[in-house]
């Protein structure tokens, strides 16, 4: 058994793509070797801007030598039986062997070297990688991320011998692109990290990602900074320096008086710098920017030219930020008419007033309290009007945050320009739901709208289409109706949006008033079903995301004809305690009990009882026919009054008359009356469980 | 002293002249990148081996600021590099360049940063990278895997010097028109502020839209006569002109979102016809 060792050295690999090409090459090296029948260790695999590696440790010297006997047909079998035989063994009839009468293939397989099925592991590997983009170059036909310089492939101290495309697999490969520019020599698995770092690479991502995150906080602290800890960026400068070395920097104090937001992002994205804080918190005017070398000045003319470079980006921000504020919002949402959209919703504009419209009526039918309907109406209409913003044209993942910011500078209310900022909140999984009245308003209204829009119009996700992030904008919606505990009817707002839909958009009016009418009303029932069922879906993956057990949600939601979420959420939170408790898990026991009982006699319905139904009443059955007597309307009253944890109370209170009835009292009695009586007592218990929730879809 | 900006022309030229590069003026036509110089465009097609470098200079219309800004310019130059087949050592080519004008690489923080890069108006598209020089983007590297929709074989590597700012990066000077243009005592600005001033007011204010849209027209009607004549050359300088009356069109603001596309894929269509009638004449 030896080591393996395979380095491919090509150009520079997008950061974005070692992660995955890292994970690619493991799990198809695993499979080729195991489809070989080699067998080896663990495998790691590691990656640098210039190099992709896998290291596979103990891989066996050869392959085990094997013989498999199959059996055929009888020698005097028809014709096509044996053709078969031959063509599933991939055999000629002379090598078929028979005895007593019948044919036996015997396929034995010799042994291979390992390096011979290293080398086509290689060779397909590199034929057929999942890059997710990828090149030729020169005059060839090979296909790689980037032009493929090298391949170091050696078993042991071996070289495993394999060409690919004119270049031969060897030992030597190259250091640091400028610490290092000759070749250099390795002996195997067991020097080549060792050997690379002294030619100044750091071979393993995850220590060059911990010398980033910790050199870059380092270095900043040592400046008197505080650095603004963002993971994406370490993993990314990771992935583009194979020496890295963070250095701080610093820009005018002049601008910050650009939006945060901008001067983090332009740093982050274009620059990929991690941004600082002062001590009071703001932002601070330097940063933390990593090189890929040990610079012979010490990093100081890096450092000066990255701040410069950025010096110029912020000019340009601030550029685009003076003019953005010269220009009021209310004019900038004017030009809104000239964007699209939708092909079919109309213009920017007519979303506006669609949104308007919905987000009053959110607060003058009480369904969002505490928000001043002027003030919702001002934010809804100067919500959009960033897009056509320089500053949101040169940053559009800053939408919002700049309508926002604008708002403010031009004297807007706090409330108006909190509500123009986070009215696309919440954008995602782990992203805070808006409590602000007025921006719960617009961000409902927002996202409602577009989900019955699209919907209106038979613009429904399926499978894995969702132009439009359908289902992102319904998580959002649900996460706001949850967070701010809002009643509302999702049929009055579909049908307040199909009003509007009809009244804003052009050639949409109807022709014939009542036709129209009629022809609407049957298409709103049916739309309102598509888009109920769209948000039972979300909501129970919501539900499951905030770790809410399936079937709990299953159980709930099966009793259908709930259309209030905050309602159905309540009932399965109740639900979700109860079950948890003593009484919940017996109870649970005894409903599947009754119910398997029930099912196995296929007792679906209460039978009416013949004579002598009050006869041989044992005083078990008594008491639990008293206690759903009991339980039964104090349920009911508390489901009506939404106390689901009292309907639960209700329920456990059947605990005890139910187990003690299944100890004493014989179901199945031999006399069919008490059979009956006592079957149909079950029958009860069953479904007084099931209004509540049903208790079948629950696992023990 | 650094490289003044005519002295940085001067040694990529001389580098590159070394390395067997065709040495071209710039074409004589309005253009929005180098890459759209037949000697890219149409050389990167076909079998034949192709060097060759050039200074082109190109119009952004809409990138005008007045002559205000620092950093943006409606004009500026582009240095221009292509080498079919792409050489092996093409990436260590270009850093002896970046050696050749001054920057020692052991100083500075030089990078490879994935760009893929695509000119929808050409059909065409690459991988690569822009190159950074201390996070400034000094160069974009590509490699052609396309053009006017046809594959490129074999592949050209480009490399795109944007000179303003290298020059500015090697001069240290923040601001563009404060540039040494030589050693003379003359800079950026005196010779081209006024340009910047003018075309600005003409891009964004002045130009006849009602002619340009006339232009655009006849630009797409004469690059038809042409390829009906087999000429790919003439037919594709009309697709280059429609492109630039296109750009300028853009910066009036007088084009919406929708019809954007449209333009693009006009100019697109004209761009692809050359390349074919290109391909077919050259037998690719």
Redesign the interface.
């Known amino acids: 058994m030896a080591d393996f060792l395979l380095e491919l050295l090509s150009?520079?690999i997008?950061?974005?793509m070692q992660a995955k090409a890292r994970n690619d090459l493991a799990r198809w090296f695993a499979e080729l070797m195991a489809a070989g029948g080699l067998t080896h260790g663990a495998i790691e695999t590691y990656s640098t801007?210039r190099r992709l590696v896998l290291i596979a440790r103990d891989v066996a010297d050869a392959t085990v030598a094997s013989r498999e006997e199959l059996k055929g047909p009888r020698a005097n079998a028809p014709e096509q039986a044996l053709e078969g035989f031959l063509r599933k063994t991939g055999l000629t009839r002379d090598q078929l062997e028979q005895r007593d009468g019948v044919y036996f293939a015997v396929i034995a397989r010799d042994g291979r070297a390992a390096a011979e099925v290293l080398a086509e592991t290689i060779k397909r590997i590199v034929a057929e990688f999942p890059w997710p983009?990828s090149?030729?170059?020169?005059?060839g036909t090979q296909r790689w991320?980037?032009?493929l310089?090298g391949v170091v492939a050696m078993l042991g101290e071996d070289i495993v011998p394999v060409e690919i495309d004119g270049i031969a697999s060897g030992a030597t490969t190259a250091g640091h692109?400028?610490?290092h520019p000759g070749a250099i020599t390795v002996g195997g698995a067991s020097d080549y990290i060792e050997k690379l770092r002294a030619c100044h690479v750091i071979v393993d991502q995850a220590e060059r990602e911990a010398l980033i995150r910790d050199g870059a906080a380092k270095a900043a602290a040592d400046a008197g900074l505080t650095l603004l800890p963002d993971e994406g960026l370490v993993v990314e400068n990771a992935g583009?320096t194979e020496w890295p070395v963070p250095l701080v920097g610093r820009f005018d104090d002049d601008f910050l008086d650009v939006p945060r937001e901008v001067i983090v992002l332009t740093m982050r994205t274009n620059?990929k710098?991690f941004a600082c804080t002062a001590s009071d918190g703001g932002l601070a005017p330097g940063f933390v920017?990593v090189?890929?070398?040990a610079?012979?000045?010490g990093g100081q003319?890096?450092a000066?030219?990255?701040a410069?470079?950025?010096?110029?980006r912020l000019?340009?921000a601030r550029?685009f930020w003076e003019q953005d504020v010269k220009v009021p919002l209310e004019s900038q949402a004017k030009k809104l008419d000239?964007?699209?959209f939708h092909e079919k919703l109309g213009t920017v504009a007519d979303k506006v007033d669609r949104v308007a419209r919905l987000a009053r009526w959110l607060v003058k039918d009480g369904i969002v309290k505490g928000a001043n309907p002027d003030q919702v109406e001002r934010a809804a209409r100067l919500a959009k009007a960033d897009l056509v913003t320089g500053m949101v044209g040169e940053f559009p993942e800053l939408q919002g945050v700049i309508g926002g910011y604008l708002a403010a500078a031009q004297g807007e209310p706090k409330a108006v320009a909190e509500a123009i900022r986070d009215h696309y909140k919440p954008v995602g999984q782990g992203d805070e739901a808006p409590t602000a009245p007025v921006t719960v308003a617009v961000a409902l209204a927002d996202k409602l709208d577009s989900i019955c829009q699209f919907f209106v119009e038979g613009i429904i996700p399926t499978g894995s289409k969702d132009p439009f992030a359908l289902r992102r904008q319904a998580l959002g919606a649900l996460a706001i109706i949850i967070r701010n505990d809002l009643r509302l009817s999702i049929g009055d707002v579909l049908a307040l949006e199909m009003g509007s839909g009809a009244g804003l958009r052009a050639g949409k009016k109807p022709s014939k008033v009542d036709e129209a009418l009629t022809a609407r009303s049957l298409d709103l029932i049916s739309k309102l079903q598509l888009l109920l069922d769209f948000l039972t879906e979300r909501l129970k993956v919501q539900q499951r995301d905030a770790g809410v057990r399936h079937d709990i949600i299953d159980a709930v939601f099966a009793l259908g004809e709930e259309h209030d979420i905050v309602r159905l959420l309540a009932r399965v939170n109740a639900l979700q305690a109860f079950v948890e408790t003593a009484d919940g898990t017996n109870l649970l026991v005894a409903y599947k009990r009754a119910a398997n009982i029930l099912k196995k006699e296929k007792w679906e319905e209460a039978r009416r009882q013949a004579q002598g139904e009050r006869s041989g009443v044992e005083a078990e059955e008594a008491a639990l026919a008293a206690a759903l007597d009991a339980a039964e309307p104090t349920a009911s009253a508390a489901i009506d009054q939404e106390d689901f944890t009292g309907a639960m109370a209700a329920l456990a209170s059947l605990r005890v008359p139910i187990d003690t009835f299944f100890d004493k009292v014989t179901v199945n009695d031999a006399d069919p009356a008490k059979r009956e009586r006592r079957l149909n007592l079950l029958l009860r218990f069953r479904d007084a469980v099931n209004r509540v929730a049903d208790f079948s879809r629950i696992e023990s | 002293m650094s490289l003044s900006f005519q002295d940085l022309i001067l040694t990529l030229q001389q580098y590159w002249g070394g390395h067997g590069c065709v040495l071209l003026q710039p074409y004589d036509m309005e253009m929005g990148a180098g890459t759209f110089h037949p000697a890219t465009v149409l050389r990167a097609l076909g079998p034949d081996p192709w060097k060759c470098a050039y200074v082109q200079p190109c119009r952004r219309p809409t990138d005008g600021r007045y002559g205000e800004?620092?950093?943006?310019l409606g004009a500026y130059y582009q240095f221009q590099v292509v080498l079919k087949?792409?050489?092996?050592d093409l990436?260590d080519l270009y850093?002896g360049s970046l050696t050749a004008i001054g920057i020692?690489?052991?100083?500075?923080?030089?990078?490879?940063?994935?760009d893929?890069w695509e000119s929808p108006t050409l059909g065409a598209w690459?991988?690569?990278?822009e190159v950074w020089?201390?996070?400034?983007e000094v160069t974009q590297f590509t490699?052609f895997?396309q053009v006017g929709g046809f594959e490129c074989?074999?592949?050209t590597?480009e490399l795109t010097y944007g000179l303003e700012r290298l020059a500015m990066?090697i001069q240290?000077v923040?601001n563009v028109f404060d540039l040494r243009f030589n050693d003379a005592g003359v800079t950026y600005g005196d010779v081209f502020r006024e340009n910047e001033v003018e075309m600005s007011a003409y891009n964004f204010e002045v130009a006849d839209t009602e002619a340009l849209f006339d232009l655009f027209k006849k630009a797409a009607a004469e690059c038809e006569r042409c390829l009906a004549a087999k000429l790919p050359i003439p037919a594709y300088e009309q697709a280059i002109k429609a492109s630039h009356v296109f750009n300028t069109l853009q910066a009036r603001g007088v084009i919406?979102?929708?019809e954007r596309q449209a333009y693009i894929g006009r100019v697109r269509d004209l761009a692809k016809a050359a390349c074919a009638a290109w391909l077919e004449r050259a037998g690719g």
Request: hydrophobic share 35%; aromatic share 10%.
């Open positions: 150009e520079e997008p950061a974005r801007p983009k090149m030729r170059w020169a005059d991320v980037r032009p310089h692109r400028f610490h583009l620059q710098y920017c090189a890929n070398i610079a012979n000045d003319a890096i000066q030219g990255n410069r470079v950025l010096a110029a000019a340009d550029f000239g964007i699209v | 800004n620092p950093n943006r087949p792409s050489p092996d990436q850093l020692d690489p052991l100083k500075h923080d030089i990078r490879f940063v994935e893929d690459g991988l690569g990278w020089c201390d996070g400034m490699y895997q074989k074999p592949v590597g990066y240290g923040d919406s979102v929708a």
